[in-house]
Structure formats: structure tokens, C-alpha cells
């Protein structure tokens, strides 16, 4: 018997499934048998696959007779046709290093604890050329990192799908005989977050800080199509709902809201869909999730909170310290709400009100040299060009005009900062504002602070 079962599910990935099944074979640790599974391809899959047919590697080939329509079925058929200890579920579209194996299986034996490990993806195109995205949130190369199972779902499986890919994965064939919720099964485009969650709970996690793994985004990919139709989404929010109610995690009320204000802030601030998708969005979180502006406007304030500094969490024990994401006990979480919001001292109050109204405030009552240097100090004011613009040369403050009109007529600030693209990708931020201000204003004091990004002039017309 192999240690490592691999399973190929694949489905009509044709144009990538020759790489997939030679980065497998080629891998520097060999003890693994490969087992390809083709849920009824209508392209050529089938003669590409029979080509590997007799190669000492290949332990089988399972065709299915219908079309499944779901790759997590395909996912339990496979590991039921085999018995190694771990388990490796490589997509059929994607590919990996060699050491990817050797890497994986050693953190596997040298921590019995550890229900799965993964390592990091690079992001790749259709013909494999890589992306500058990464949706790896670590910096740091070549390290390892031990979650405990729990803390795991916490940072990485409650907001996101932090195990983006099945891919980077390798998993323990005992700890996923434990599970004893197979629900995951019945989502067409998000069952990998569930199935992840699970195994979490079934132990401990380790990742690997190497980006062993290349993860292809192409139009044919269930994630990609996920992504332009609502059931998708509905199942997105069906899963979220799921991990916040779930006993086992015990989260408190408290927390639960500011999980429901994430969704909200993800919604607004996502650009990959258009104004009328976005509301479309939000209509199916009300429904399915009871999202509402207040769990937002609380996130905020929670950030806020969560920011001053590591004095103020130890003294109030702010329910969004990391140490305190367990609460099972109800009075606790009001008792971290009322703290939260009401009986800090008055100063204090005075202090997050002043950060959280800092873009207001400094429109209406700051002294104005001071406001513009704020500005030209960030660097995406550039004059010699925004006089390239203006049809008056005698203006004697080319930055008070921008402020004051030139934004309104579509004038670039820099080539750096499209202003008209701004307020199009941000606008539900900008119209929120009681005081109506520059696109670049609102960047400089607020935006990137918060995430928001400028886009070039240059960039937004070489579209």
C-alpha cells in the first residue's frame, strides 16, 4: 500500500490535464499511487487520460457513467477507491513543483497532531503565466506555521475561505474518517470551505510558507463561474451562516455581528461586480444572513477599538482580541458589548469618535495650510500636470482649484490618481459623506487607511 493516495478529479479540463498529471508523476517523493477520476468529459479528456493507462504509478481510472455536476462528489468517490494514509486531491487544471510531496508528507510525519498542512499558490493564467494576485496572507518565506485546530477556523475559515485551493493540500485519511458531517457534499461551489472546517476540528493545521502550488484561473473554473451567478453566492452565504451558529465553534452574539459587518464591508468594497450586481448582493445577505448597515457601522467601531493599542485590550478584553474569539457564555458578550461601546471613559469615547469623524473634521475645521500639506505630502498632487488641464493658467493655487472645482470637471490631480475612476469605484463611501469632498481628499484622510486604492490615469485608458 502506498502512503500517499492522489486523486485527479477532472472535468473537461482537457488543455491543462497533461501538465496535471505529469507534475504528479514527477514528483521527488514516490511512495504514492495515483487514482484519475473523469466525471463524463465532452472534450478529449478520455484519450489524454488513457494514455497514462499500464504507467506503474497509476493504481486506476474511474470513469462515471453521468455527469455528476459536483466535484466535492467526486472528491468522496475518489477517497473511498483508495487507502493510503494521506491524501492529496490534485484539481485537474492546476500543477505543482516536485518537492511539492516531499515538502508536505514530512510536516504530515513530524507532527501526528496535524489533521492537514498546506503550502501557499501562485496564481497563474489560462497558459500559466503568473499573476501579480496572491491570495496567501503571509509575508514570510520558508517558514512554518502550527495552528491549533480551533484557532485555525478562527482566523483563517470564519471570514474566508482561507484554503482556497485543494490543491496545496494534503490531509490525514483518520482524521477525515472523524467527520461525521458530510453536508459539504451538497454545495456545487463552496463544499472545500465547509470540508475544511471539518477537518479543522478533527485537529490541528500547519502551513507552509512556500508557494509550492499553481493555482489556474481560466474561465472553465467552477470557482470563476461561482462568481457570476447568484447561487453561488447564495451558497457563500448558507456556509457563512453555518460557521457563526455553529455549537461547536460557540461564538457569541457579539462576534456574530461583527462576521455579518465583514460581509457587508466585503460586499460594498468588492469592484469585480457592477452597482446593480453589488445591491443584488446585499439583497440575498438581508435575506439569507440578516446583514444590516448597524452590523457594519459596529465592525468599525470594533476595528476602531481593536487598534488603540495593547493596554486598552488587556485592561477591557475587547471581544475582537484574538484571545477572546471564544465566548460561550451570553453575559460575557454583553458584558464586551456595553464595554465596547458605552462605559469606557469619556475620553476615550472622545478619542475613537474624533478618529472615526477624522475625514469630517478636518474638511470643516482644520487649519487649511496645514490640510493642504497633508495633501501634497502624500505625493499625488502634481501640478505641472494639472496645469496641463486647466484652460486658466493664472491660477495662483492649482491645489485649492482642484479641491474646490477642478475635481467636478474631471481634472486628474496626478497621473497617478484618476479621479473620475475613483469616485466610480468607491462611490457608495463618497456618497455617504455629509460633507462632499475631492475624490483625492477622501483618499488621502480616509481611503488608504481603509483599503481603498487610486488607479493611474495611465492604467484606466490603456483599458
Known sequence: MARVSVIIPNYNHSKFLRQRIDSVLEQTYQDFDLTILDDCSTDDSRDIIEQYRGHSKVRQIIYNEVNTCNTFIQWERGIGATDGDYIWIAESDDYCEPTF???????????????????????????????????????????????????????????????????????????????????????????????????????????????????????????????????????????????????????????????????????????QYTEEQNRERLKEARKRLGVRYIHYWLGQKNELLAQYNEKVKDDYRILYDEREHYIRDWKVGVRDFLKAISLFRFWKIFTYTMRFGWMHLSVLFMDKGKYYKQIEASGLFDTSYYMTQVENASIKNPLKHYIREGWKRGYNPSIEFDSDDYRERYKWHLDRMWVKISPLEHFVFWGRRHGLTPNSVEGVRGK
Open 101 to 271: 510531496l516531499e515538502e508536505l508528507t514530512k510536516v504530515l510525519d513530524e507532527n501526528p497532531r496535524v489533521a492537514y498542512c498546506h503550502s501557499g499558490s501562485v496564481m497563474v493564467d489560462a497558459e500559466g503565466v503568473p499573476l501579480e494576485k496572491t491570495l496567501d496572507r503571509w509575508e514570510t518565506q520558508d517558514a512554518l506555521r502550527y495552528y491549533e485546530g480551533r484557532d485555525y477556523i478562527y482566523r483563517n475559515l470564519t471570514f474566508i475561505n482561507g484554503c482556497y485551493n485543494a490543491s496545496m493540500v494534503l490531509f490525514r485519511r483518520s482524521a477525515y474518517m472523524r467527520i461525521k458531517d458530510d453536508s459539504y457534499k451538497r454545495y456545487r461551489h463552496v463544499g472545500d470551505w465547509l470540508f475544511w472546517l471539518n477537518m479543522a476540528k478533527e485537529g490541528d493545521v500547519c502551513v507552509l510558507h512556500k508557494r509550492l502550488n499553481y493555482f489556474r484561473q481560466h474561465s472553465n473554473k467552477v470557482t470563476e463561474n461561482a462568481k457570476k451567478n447568484i447561487s453561488g453566492w447564495a451558497e457563500t452565504l448558507d456556509v457563512a451562516k453555518r460557521i457563526i451558529e455553529d455549537k461547536d465553534l460557540s461564538y457569541s452574539w457579539y462576534f456574530r455581528i461583527i462576521v455579518k459587518g465583514a460581509i457587508y464591508k466585503y460586499i460594498i468594497l468588492d469592484t
